[in-house]
């Protein structure tokens, strides 16, 4: 990605109060997130750790907009997202965010460049005028000879390569990645860290989850939970571009 | 501009997950395939019967009202024992005249004798039916003059031993002669043959005086009614199976010509109520055209419905069939819509995406029924001999209906894969 960087630095993520609640039955309620606050700059990169069962895949969703917290308020670029009706956080999905899970979630029955092409449809964009833009985003993952394949013909680090291919379509502002490496050897799972270092340094704004202290130690920030609340928070490197 | 190439990689990409299972969604489409065939095959095969039958009534004349002698029941059985007695029954000449005198309305009165025989000339000796009837029988009943003339008031004034034959007669009897210049001998008696006719009529509508099976049905022979009266007399002998009969009767049917429509269904009634009056043997009955075209396009309604439900149901089946299987593939693919989700498609997206493929189900099988329902009539008309009628708007009910049953039956399991939670769809295995 050659995009100008536009690291301005300023809080484009606000989070404040955040609590989850889920409610099984009356005696049964599970408290995911219980009072998140967070501010997260432009472009900068950060890792989520945390014991399994802390909460951080819950916030992700919500840093996602696939998900809408109980209560507290949720900025992005300005805009309250947490009460946004479901349309328009379909949008928001769309156009601002790209998301890597831990299990690739490509389309079986599609091709790696229709895999990659599936987020312009939902902006109404007529995926044959975004060939080329799609072709080269195959080639920036090394998969620029395999555009005709299908996911099960494609090795694990191959897929996570289509997804990560796929995030960039819409050009989104931030990546937010469960996992990316989970299913993955530490080789190709490095392979898969180098291109969110780069992306980073293009300019994207990057959070991940991850349970490795090696990825965690690529970030900038390291944000560990504990018990739905954010536990402390580890500067690796300041921000400053 | 944009929203069309949207819809058509919708429907490309719903062609494209329904080719997946190949076997499955042809399976699901057969369901439509039948109903929608059904529904204009069957529609076509009904339209070509009731068309064959209203056809067959309509040259009845809607205009007539027809009375016939019939032998009473009491005494059909006992007839043939009782060597030497002659039954007497039906319609008198004074019945006729009756009839034009009474009854309001009434056009023409036609009077027919209808005698069974036998034809010869030469070698040639066939059996027929010599009819003793008025000139006004060409355009009451309805013939059509190929040569010669019919029998005229003329002959019928001098009793004249004059016949007009029908064409199939004509060419059995002579097969090399001009039959026009000819003579035929029935009864003993020469006829001179003046002209050759073809009924426009279905002969069998009043053949019940003793039709053979398998005899052709042109085999009618006119005379003037006068020259059957003195030729025939009014009792006739028959023998059957070597046993003797003999009966009276003086008319065989009366067809009564009414000067319109209207007029029928008045006459109808009265017609009954004057020949109860002078026939308490129940000898005769009536036969009122019009009111069997009535008949026959109540019972095309019925039978449009009965196979129009039938059919219907089957569409039912067939759209319960797709939405079945429609929401077996919601829940297969629940990932793939919670990952379509987080990639911003909206609710309506996914709807869009399943009414798609439901509907390219139904409409596919829709087109493929259409066709086989369009084959099918054709096939049976050819094996059947019947006459089969493909209406424009059958085709059309069909299709339309089977592209409504892909909406409506599709409609549920699209929203209930749009109403999936993201994330929950995300985390299914
Ligand atoms: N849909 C749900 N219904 C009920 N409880 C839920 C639901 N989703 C999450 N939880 C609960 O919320 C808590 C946090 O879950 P979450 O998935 O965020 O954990 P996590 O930190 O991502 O763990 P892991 O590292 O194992 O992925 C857990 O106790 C989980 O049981
Ligand atoms: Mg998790």
Redesign the pocket.
């Known amino acids: 990605m050659q995009a100008t960087p536009k690291t301005n630095g300023a809080p484009v993520i606000h989070l404040e109060g955040i609590e989850k609640t889920?409610v099984?039955s009356a005696e049964n309620i599970?408290r995911?997130l219980r009072g998140v606050d967070l501010k997260i700059n432009e472009g900068s990169y950060v890792a989520i750790m945390?014991p399994?069962?802390?909460?951080?895949?819950?916030?992700l969703n919500i840093l996602g907009c696939l998900d809408r917290p109980t209560a507290g308020s949720y900025q992005l670029g300005g805009h309250n997202v947490a009460r946004m009706p479901d349309d328009e956080l379909s949008e928001v999905r769309g156009k601002r965010i790209g998301f890597i899970f831990q299990s690739y979630n490509l389309i079986a029955q599609l091709t790696v460049m229709e895999n990659i092409q599936v987020p312009l449809i939902y902006q109404g964009e007529d995926p044959r005028a975004h060939h080329d833009h799609t072709v080269q985003l195959a080639k920036m993952v090394g998969l620029g000879d395999r555009l005709d394949h299908r996911p099960s013909q494609l090795s694990g680090g191959q897929q996570q390569r289509v997804a990560i291919a796929r995030s960039l379509v819409n050009d989104p502002f931030m990546i937010l990645a469960d996992e990316p490496t989970g299913n993955l050897d530490s080789k190709t799972g490095a392979e898969v860290l180098e291109m969110l270092d780069q992306l980073n340094r293009s300019g994207k704004t990057i959070v991940l989850?991850t349970?490795d202290d090696k990825v965690a130690a690529r970030a900038q920030r390291v944000i560990h939970?504990k018990d739905?609340k954010i536990d402390r928070e580890v500067v690796n490197r300041p921000h400053n571009n | 501009m944009r929203l069309g190439t949207h819809f058509v990689g919708t429907v490309r990409l719903g062609i494209k997950s329904l080719l997946l299972h190949k076997l499955r969604s042809a399976l699901t489409m057969l369901g439509i395939i039948f109903g929608v065939c059904s529904v204009i095959a069957m529609l076509a095969i009904g339209e070509g019967a009731s068309y064959e039958a209203q056809e067959a009534i309509k040259k009845l004349g809607s205009n007539n009202i027809i009375v016939r002698s019939v032998k009473p029941p009491e005494e059909a059985n006992s007839s043939g024992s009782s060597r030497g007695f002659v039954l007497e029954y039906g319609l008198t000449y004074d019945d006729g005249a009756r009839l034009q005198r009474t009854i309001p309305g009434v056009r023409a009165v036609l009077p027919m004798r209808i005698i069974r025989e036998n034809v010869r000339f030469d070698q040639n000796e066939l059996p027929c039916q010599v009819i003793g009837t008025l000139p006004s029988y060409v355009e009451i009943v309805g013939v059509d003059i190929l040569r010669g003339r019919f029998i005229t008031s003329v002959d019928e004034m001098y009793q004249n031993n004059v016949c007009a034959l029908t064409a199939g007669l004509a060419s059995r009897l002579f097969p090399f002669q001009d039959p026009l210049t000819m003579s035929v001998k029935v009864a003993g008696v020469y006829y001179q043959v003046v002209g050759i006719v073809q009924e426009r009529n279905m002969v069998e509508q009043r053949s019940q005086t003793g039709q053979i099976d398998g005899e052709p049905l042109d085999n009618n022979v006119y005379i003037p009614m006068s020259t059957s009266r003195s030729r025939f007399g009014e009792t006739i002998f028959r023998r059957t199976a070597g046993s003797f009969s003999a009966e009276r009767v003086e008319l065989h049917q009366v067809t009564v010509q009414m000067q319109d429509t209207d007029a029928v269904e008045t006459a109808d009634p009265q017609i009954k109520t004057l020949l109860r009056r002078f026939h308490p043997k129940n000898d005769y009955e009536t036969i009122v055209p019009l009111e069997l075209l009535r008949q026959a396009e109540a019972t095309k309604r019925i039978f449009n419905i009965v196979l129009g439900s039938i059919a219907a149901i089957s569409l039912l089946v067939g759209g319960i069939g797709i939405m079945n299987i429609m929401l077996a593939t919601v829940t297969e693919r629940t990932r793939e819509i919670g990952v379509r989700r987080a990639l911003g498609a909206k609710k309506k997206d996914i709807i869009t995406q399943f009414l798609v493929e439901t509907v390219v189900l139904s409409v596919g099988g829709g087109l493929i029924g259409v066709v086989i329902g369009v084959a099918v009539p054709f096939i049976v008309s050819a094996l059947a001999e019947m006459i089969t009628i493909v209406t424009v708007w059958s085709v059309f009910l069909a299709f339309g209906i089977s592209g409504a049953i892909g909406i409506m039956f599709g409609i549920y399991p699209a929203r209930s894969a749009a109403n999936l939670d993201p994330?929950?769809a995300l985390r299914h295995e």
Do not use: N, P, R
């Open positions: 889920y099984l599970v995911a945390g399994s069962g802390s909460g951080k895949s819950t916030m989850v349970h939970m739905g | 994330i929950e």
